[in-house]
């Protein structure tokens, strides 16, 4: 029978590039509970990376609704070329 997988089972890929980067500093918090100083700069980072993916977010749904209304502008642009020809 498999078992849940506990928090401190769990390697997120921010540990992984920690541990790259230096393992020394990985190891300080990961087993020895070491709080990192930069704690408030992490934490700004992670607040901007945040407003970052609602940016990225809000392009992409721009960008949807750009591609429907050029759809549908060339569907009327269609349309009232046919009507100008008589052929509706």
Known sequence: MERS???EEI???SEIGEYAHCHRAWWLGRVQGVENRNR???????AQH???GRRVALTSLLR????ACVIVAVAAGVALVL???GLV
């Not at 408030?40 to 992670?46: D, I, N, Y």
């Not at 949807?64 to 591609?67: D, L, P, S």
């Open 50 to 52: 945040q407003a970052h």
């Open 11 to 13: 390697i997120r890929a």
């Open 83 to 85: 009507r100008i020809l």
């Open 40 to 46: 408030g700069r992490m934490e700004a980072g992670t």
């Open 64 to 67: 949807a609704a750009a591609a």
């Open 5 to 7: 997988k506990t928090t």
